[in-house]
């Protein structure tokens, strides 16, 4: 994609924009094989702690190719659903695909988001924090456009635990993934990212907290597959 047609952002994000606009062609495919399968069945434990209900307005922040925001089209029919990401190279295959247009995309950054102030009764965000350059900036814009009582739903990676299965996780993530990468002729680079991005992310624990710091009440987390995913979600205080 042509520099000119990308949203404007800040150096880091840049970078990290252009890298999903490359990777959207694969995206759908390398998730399902890199996840063995489960990344859908988080996406809908997502979708199952925003408590939503059928005339609910929903963010998908981080949206991607759209994959929560599909999930809460296909169980809320009357649902409000807006996708919001930078990456419009991401976005530009989430709207091929079936329900497509029954979606609101909005190219848009997290840092600075380009809605009003108690906006939503749920933002949901898959892969988000990983890749902001600032965690609390990026909450503070979530909490604001929340409407009080709603619901922020975070689903990210967790650098690999403590423990026996340490070694085996940290040998997928720097060996495993760029060879899945390399099979499916992607940018290997990108994958590198990936595994350092993860490796180097909040814990679970510490993630909890920059909630807090947003002044988010009610955090909670669970994790999966063998504490190397952690869904988290909070309210804004009413
Ligand atoms: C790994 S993908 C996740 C896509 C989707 N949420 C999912 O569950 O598959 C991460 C997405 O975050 C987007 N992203 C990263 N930083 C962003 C920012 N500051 N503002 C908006 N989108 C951002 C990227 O463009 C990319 O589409």
Redesign the pocket.
Known sequence: MNDQYRLK?DQQ?AR??KM?DGLAAN?DLM?RIMTMGQ?QRW?RYVVDQADLKDNSTVL??????G??AFEVRRRFDGATVVA????LG?MAYGTQRKGGDRVHWVA????ALPFADNSFDAVV????LR??TNIQT?LNEIRRVLKPGGKAVC?DTTPPPPGLLRPFIKTYLNVGLPLLGRALGTDPSAYAYLSNSTQHFETAQALAIHFEEARFEQVAFRHFLFKTIAVHWATKPS
């Open positions: 952002t994000g990290i924009q999903f995206y998730n990344d996406r998908d922040l981080a949206a991607g190719t994959d929560i919001g990401d930078f990456s991401m848009c950054d997290a840092l965000f898959g892969y988000l890749n902001v990026a689903l």
